[in-house]
């Protein structure tokens, strides 16, 4: 006589599989956090404004010859590559702050999950930003054209490519700092002050300078703000990126999964 036996039951593995909710649906959970918290809201608030202000500051001021797009553009992504990092430790360290990481480790186990739709959350919120300065250079243009300014409109489609990096490069640097200290004053603290003091050190001191043009990672950015770049350019930004960023991304993301949550 052979028995024969059969499971009903559903592997747990397949069971929460089918509960888990989607990369897209956590990065629109993240993207809508960015907004509904106080903080997040006043400081998305304030880059608005700052972007506006710079404009209207060049149409009462700048020459008439000096009042072109690229020229309303380009200063307007100055505050706002300053501001957009704080965004990104506010995303990261609010979970531990606010005491919302247990719930939403609760609902998402996979904290790595949940820290890759911080960070596709964040990268979109810069290229929202970077749309917002185009705006706004182009109301200013109109403004412009209508008052006896330059007017003109002409830009490089590089030019647009290397500035949405340089956005996507800051928000992702606050949000690497985040993540490696979990802690939102001394997160925004070390942000402005550690590579601040590292390239004041590295312009005084003459045996760090060659050293300095590698890792100063505000010196690597400026040539972002040119439609040509050339491959040493491209390298140094490479290599300082990896010192700023990625390594404090990687770092805090072991961090992260290893923190117990209380």
Same mark, same amino acid.
């Given at each position: ?17 089918? %509960? ?20 997040? &809201? ?10 506006? +202000? ?19 553009? !380009?200063?307007? @992504? ?11 430790? @506010? ?10 990481? /247990? ?41 412009? #054209?209508?008052?006896? #300014?330059?007017?003109?409109? &002409?830009?490089?489609?590089? /030019?647009? !490519? %290397? ?11 606050? +949000?690497?700092?985040?993540?490696? $200290?979990? %802690? ?21 001191? &003459? ?7 590698? @890792? ?32 404090? !991304?990687?770092? #805090? $993301?072991?961090?992260?999964?290893? &923190?117990?949550?209380?």
């Amino acid at each position: 006589m052979t028995t024969i036996t059969t499971s009903t039951s559903t592997p747990e593995v397949s069971r929460a599989a089918e %509960h888990r909710p989607s990369l897209a649906r956590l990065t629109v959970v993240e993207a809508r956090k960015l907004v509904d918290t106080r903080a997040g &809201r006043w400081l998305l608030i304030t880059i608005g404004l700052v972007t506006a +202000a710079v404009v209207a500051l060049q149409l009462a001021y700048a020459p008439d010859a000096e009042q072109t797009f690229v020229n309303f553009y !380009l200063p307007s @992504l100055l505050p706002v590559g300053l501001l957009l990092p704080v965004l990104g430790i @506010l995303s990261i360290t609010s979970e531990w702050s606010q005491r919302t990481a /247990l719930a939403t480790f609760a609902l998402v186990p996979r904290r790595e999950r949940v820290i890759a739709a911080k960070l596709i959350a964040l990268v979109a919120a810069a290229l929202a930003a970077l749309l917002a300065s185009l705006a706004v250079a182009a109301v200013g243009t109109l403004i412009a #054209g209508a008052t006896g #300014g330059a007017g003109t409109w &002409r830009i490089e489609g590089m /030019l647009l !490519l %290397h500035t949405a990096v340089f956005q996507v490069a800051n928000v992702l640097l606050g +949000a690497g700092f985040g993540l490696l $200290l979990l %802690h939102t004053p001394l997160a925004i603290v070390t942000y402005l002050v550690l590579p601040n003091a590292w390239a004041i050190v590295g312009e005084l001191v &003459r045996p760090l300078r060659r050293a300095a043009e590698w @890792l100063d990672a505000g010196r690597t950015m400026e040539p972002l703000f040119t439609a040509e770049m050339t491959a040493g350019q491209w390298g140094r930004l490479g290599v300082s990126l990896l010192v700023w960023l990625v390594v404090p !991304l990687l770092a #805090g $993301l072991v961090r992260t999964m290893r &923190r117990e949550v209380a």
